[in-house]
C-alpha cells in the first residue's frame, strides 16, 4: 500500500510493482536485490527479523540499491513507548487475517442456517443446536460463530417434523436444549408484549409449553444427543459447553 500510494504521486511516469513475500533467508534476499540491482528498483520491505533486515541492508549497500524499512522504525517506536519486546515473528499478519475471515465465515454460515431455514447445512456444521423456541438457539449460534465454530439450528415444533438430515449427523455433534416451562412461560409471554400481542396466546400457553418441550425431549432422545437444561444458564456459560464438546470432537 505505501508502495502504490508512492507510485500514485508521480503521474509523469509507471512504476511495476513487484510483491515478493515470505522471505525467510538471506538466499533470498541475495536473489532480490541483485535482480533489482538489474533494473534500477527501490525495495521498500516489512521483514520483522532483525537478521533479515540487517542483511538486507548490507546487501543494499553492496548493490547500490535503495532500500526502505517500514516495519523497522515503527517497530522500534511502539517498543519504546510501551516497553513491550516485539515478538519478531513473520507472518503474523496472514495468521490474523485467516482467523478474520474463518470467523466471518462461521457467522454467515449461522445465519444461513439459522431455524432450520435449510436442512443442507446440518451435515456441515461442527455443531448443531435443536430444542422449542425461546431456548436461546439462534443468539447461542451468533455467540459460537464468533469463535469460529460452525452452528446451524433447528426448532422443535410438535407440527413439523425435524429433516430427516438431523438424524443423519453424529450423535456428538448435537446439543438440545431444555428450559423448566414456567420460566419458558415467563419468557414467552414478555416476547408476546414486546411484539404488541397479548400475553394469554398460545405460544404461552402452559400446556402448549409442556407438550412442546415433552415432544422436543422425545427427538432428543432419539437423537441420543447431549442435553442441556438453559434455565438458569447464561448464553456463555451454555456456549463455554458447548465450546468443550467440539473440542472433545476434534481430538477424536
Not at 535482480?35 to 538486507?56: G, M, N, Q
Not at 430427516?164 to 419458558?184: A, C, D, T, W
Request: aromatic share 6%; proline share 6%.
Amino acid at each position: 500500500m505505501v508502495a502504490r500510494a508512492t507510485a500514485s504521486q508521480f503521474n509523469s511516469g509507471h512504476f511495476d510493482i513487484i510483491r515478493i513475500p515470505y522471505i525467510n533467508s538471506v538466499d533470498q534476499i541475495e536473489e532480490t536485490v541483485r535482480e533489482a540491482a538489474k533494473h534500477s528498483c527501490v525495495i521498500c520491505h516489512t521483514l520483522v527479523s532483525p537478521d533479515l533486515r540487517a542483511a538486507l541492508l548490507e546487501q543494499a549497500q553492496r548493490y547500490d540499491v535503495a532500500a526502505i524499512d517500514i516495519m523497522g522504525p515503527m517497530l522500534n517506536a511502539v517498543q519504546e513507548i510501551s516497553g513491550l519486546i516485539p515478538r519478531l515473528t513473520p507472518g503474523l499478519i496472514h495468521k490474523l487475517d485467516q482467523e478474520y475471515f474463518k470467523r466471518v465465515e462461521a457467522v454467515e454460515f449461522a445465519v444461513k442456517y439459522d431455524d432450520g431455514k435449510n436442512p443442507w447445512g446440518l451435515l456441515k456444521a461442527d455443531v448443531v443446536i435443536v430444542g422449542v423456541s425461546r431456548t436461546s438457539k439462534t443468539p447461542l449460534s451468533m455467540y459460537l460463530a464468533h469463535k469460529k465454530i460452525k452452528v446451524a439450528n433447528v426448532p422443535m415444533v410438535p407440527e413439523v417434523p425435524p429433516p430427516q438430515e438431523l438424524f443423519q449427523v453424529p450423535p456428538q455433534r448435537i446439543v438440545g436444549l431444555v428450559i423448566n416451562s414456567q420460566k419458558l412461560n415467563e419468557i414467552r409471554c414478555e416476547r408476546l408484549k414486546t411484539m404488541g400481542l397479548a400475553p394469554n396466546a398460545t405460544y404461552a400457553n402452559m400446556d402448549r409449553i409442556i407438550e412442546e418441550l415433552e415432544y422436543a425431549k422425545a427427538i432428543m432422545r432419539k437423537l441420543n444427543c447431549l442435553v442441556i437444561d438453559v434455565s438458569n444458564r447464561a448464553i456463555e456459560e451454555t456456549a463455554n459447553k458447548i465450546l468443550e464438546i467440539v473440542q472433545r470432537n476434534n481430538k477424536q
